[in-house]
Nanobody, 127 residues
Framework: QVQLVESGGGLVQPGGSLRLSCAAS????????IGWFRQAPGKEHEGLSC????????LYADSVKGRFTISRDKAQNTVFLQMNKLKPDDTAVYYC????????????????????WGQGTQVTVSS
């Protein structure tokens, strides 16, 4: 059974940084991609970034490009989201998700492109 566990959320002041972690387990296929998403109250689900298991290639939403960095520890099946220069608008519940496949999955920031989701971690940016 595929499981994803996020951690690292919390309260941070504007301009600060946080590093989220997503520990994945239970997947069996060689090819997968892991993405980070967020949902703020009253707003739609937003795809932020994703990373490929094959070559570590990445994709970013314009809203976080230059501020957020996705990375992975392939040996530990863990993906990180380093978030810098945080703004109050970044306040949301952050989720990671995984899609696994028999062939290399295409990187996407659409939530429908992912099969399994974590429970989410709250990030609050406030002074």
């Amino acid at each position: 059974q595929v499981q994803l566990v996020e951690s690292g959320g919390g309260l941070v002041q504007p301009g600060g940084s946080l590093r989220l972690s997503c520990a994945a387990s239970g997947f069996t296929l060689d090819y997968y991609a892991i993405g980070w998403f967020r949902q703020a109250p009253g707003k739609e689900h937003e795809g932020l970034s994703c990373i490929s298991s094959i070559d570590g290639s990445t994709l970013y939403a314009d809203s976080v490009k230059g501020r957020f960095t996705i990375s992975r520890d392939k040996a530990q099946n863990t993906v990180f989201l380093q978030m810098n220069k945080l703004k109050p608008d970044d306040t949301a519940v952050y989720y990671c998700a995984i899609v696994e496949a028999h062939t290399p999955p295409r990187l996407t920031l659409r939530s429908g492109g992912y099969d399994y989701w974590g429970q989410g971690t709250q990030v609050t940016v406030s002074s």
